[in-house]
């Protein structure tokens, strides 16, 4: 059976009977008018997936019909329905903007194919605009997060898509790449976005004022209780809760954490009662969690509740074309609070910030371009107001060549090189670079347990240095 709702035009009632029987055979809702005028009425009040219309009708033909609804409703195709089956007929049919005609006497096969083809037409279009709209609200930037590559535009389409979801989010990256500022996103775009943004970082409150602070403490509860307070939980009711650094969570806080986000309550240290709380629950990480489960410093029940879906936050070298969209950013904001007008980056400056690694991600550019703003004895940067670091720079090369010996290095140092290169490329993703190395991760875990303890190799250069051999 088709679904479609269709408009039937025609002055007379028999004819408009026909093909509603006709239509209706095939599943379609129709409704039925004489009156061209009280089509546009119906077409103004009703959404109907395709309107059919007679040609010759008094006060107002077909053609002019069809104009008119267009000119309402661009979107829902017009079939005219014409006595006169002549060439000039179709072209001027298909000039006002018809979708199609067809010719009298009625064929029922070809009406309903007619039919059929206008609605189809009309739900890809649709269809279209809404995937065009869903593409430019996922990879429309977001306030204070800066970035047009497309690593980021795969974060921004993430955003969008969770925002108004209730699941947990996990946001991994390391350090310094803007884990707040993606939880601070996703808040915005919510429809929470109007109660508090409440973050707390899990690693700079000590284990045992941690559970007072995310559940709240009654009165007395222990020896510092003087009065009761209101955990972070409760604070966030009806807006968002951001749990930085969750992989430093102690392992004592965890289970109570878990039963919290399965129960929507808090039992605040020293009560018997449990408080509901109703905060969407943000965290985010610079760890590999999977890791954490796997040495058993995180539970694994705990891992899989907060990571519903997970957001990874490029490091800044994966991002390099960010680096000088980001760089002005933070010249324009430093600029203006150092008192200083229309600053510019050298072309120098530039190629130094865009050829440096960034271990510290977007944090270190900032503070770079921070210092850069300060030290500059213009209003333009030079290589000489960047970081030392930055301007020594020179990127990381692991080159073996048989015609360059300049050091020789046992198997096993070359093992050890290569290992902590890949880990490090990797973003220390245990599992993941056990898949590159081809070992299972039992087997990197003992290797590097074994260069942890130095029993590999010597001496020799650390991963940070080049090698060449």
Partial sequence: MSEGKILVVDDEQETCDLLQMVLEREGYSVTTCTSAQRALELVSAQDFDSVLTDLQMPEMGGLELCERVLGTRPSVPVVVITGQGSLETAIGAMRVGAYDFITKPVDSKLLIVAVSRAIQHRGLEEEVKRLRSVALIDEAPMDNVVGASSAMRRVFGLVARVADADAGVLIHGETGTGKELIARAIHDRSRRKDGPFVAINCASIPASLLESELFGHERGAFTDAKTQRTGLFLQASGGTLFLD?????????????????????????????????????????????????????????????????????????????????????????????????????????????????????????ENCIDGAVALARNNRIEVDDLPEKVRSFRPEKFVVSANQPEEIVTIDELERRYILRVLSLVGGNKSRAAQVLGFDRRTLYRKLERYQSGQAGGAGPSSETPARI
Avoid: C
């Fill in 245 to 365: 650094e969750i992989g430093e969570l102690p392992l004592e806080v965890q289970p109570k954490l878990l039963r919290a986000l399965q129960e929507r309550k808090v039992r605040p240290v020293g009560s018997n009662r449990e408080i509901p709380f109703d905060a969407r629950v943000l965290t985010a990480t610079n760890r590999i969690l999977e890791d954490e489960v796997y040495e058993r410093r995180f539970r694994e029940d705990l891992f899989y509740r907060i990571n519903v879906v997970k957001i990874d936050v490029p490091p800044l070298r994966e991002r390099s074309g960010d680096v000088l969209h980001l760089a002005r950013h933070f010249l324009k904001q430093y600029a203006d609070r150092h008192g200083k007008v229309d600053m510019d980056l050298s072309p120098p400056a530039a190629e130094k910030l865009i050829s440096y690694s960034w271990p510290g991600n977007v944090r270190e550019l």
